[in-house]
């Protein structure tokens, strides 16, 4: 069993940056693939950005794609997710997400075995 613990969300104006952890235990995850989703109110849960075991290979959702970045140290267990210029419609709950089986990454949130409970990120205009 795997336990995954975001942390790094809060409350920033647009324009700023925050930085995402995901901290695993339970259960190595450095042969995992591993993503981020978000869910914002009254929206279905979407896909922002995944990264393969090794972290050779990252994706990204493209209303993300070149402000945000993800990476992991696989010494620590642990995935990031680094935001830049955020935007309010980057407003969400952002959640941490292990897909055993699958090295280089997957888009589709139903590939992933093992989620965190999420943490808040509000961007004010």
């Known amino acids: 069993q795997v336990q995954l613990v975001e942390s790094g969300g809060g409350l920033v104006q647009a324009g700023g940056s925050l930085r995402l952890s995901c901290a695993a235990s339970g259960r190595t995850v450095t042969s995992y693939a591993m993503g981020w989703f978000r869910q914002a109110p009254g929206k279905e849960r979407e896909f922002v950005a995944a990264i393969s075991w090794s972290g050779g290979n990252t994706y990204y959702a493209d209303s993300v794609k070149g402000r945000f970045t993800i990476s992991r140290d696989n010494a620590k267990n642990t995935v990031y997710l680094q935001m830049n210029s955020l935007k309010p419609e980057d407003t969400a709950v952002y959640y941490c997400?292990?897909?055993?089986?699958?090295?280089?990454?997957?888009?589709?949130?139903?590939?992933?075995?093992?989620w965190g409970q999420g943490t808040q990120v509000t961007v004010s205009s």
């Open positions: 997400a292990a897909a055993p089986g699958y090295y280089s990454g997957s888009y589709s949130q139903y590939d992933y075995a093992y």
